[in-house]
């Protein structure tokens, strides 16, 4: 069992940056990390994972402007975001997956196991 609670996000202008934090209540070393969103209206998706190495994948819309970065501390991932466009509005959550026997579907929100309470991230122009 994992707790995942997460901080950051707010509103932002076009163009800006957010960092979200993802703080897990236990060790992530044989764990997935995955960040997902869910736009208004619409189904959750993936935006972003690290699995248990150092591999990270990046969903099409948000690459090269989404970066996951760790903490310090083994049990915290975070979600840096730059150049923010009014389509990334969505709240966005952290997820967390037991890796040590594959890290496969990082971007599909049903394989996760572990979630986050979800932050709300508002991007206007």
């Known amino acids: 069992q994992v707790q995942l609670v997460q901080s950051g996000g707010g509103p932002v202008h076009t163009g800006g940056s957010l960092r979200l934090s993802c703080a897990a209540s236990?060790?992530?070393?044989?764990?997935?990390m995955g960040w997902f969103r869910q736009p208004p209206g619409k189904e959750r998706e993936g935006v972003a994972a690290?699995?248990?190495?150092?591999?990270?994948i990046y969903a099409d819309a948000v690459g090269g402007r989404f970066t996951i970065t760790k903490d310090n501390a083994d049990n915290t991932r975070n979600l840096e975001m730059k150049n923010l466009k009014p389509e990334d509005t969505a709240k966005y959550y952290c997820?967390?997956?037991?890796?040590?026997?594959?890290?496969?579907?990082?971007?599909?929100?049903?394989?996760?196991?572990?979630w986050g309470q979800g932050t709300q991230v508002t991007v206007s122009s």
């Open positions: 997820a967390a997956k037991d890796c040590r026997y594959g890290s496969s579907r990082l971007l599909v929100p049903f394989s996760f196991d572990y």
């Open positions: 236990a060790s992530t070393q044989t764990r997935c």
């Open positions: 690290l699995d248990n190495g150092a591999n990270t």
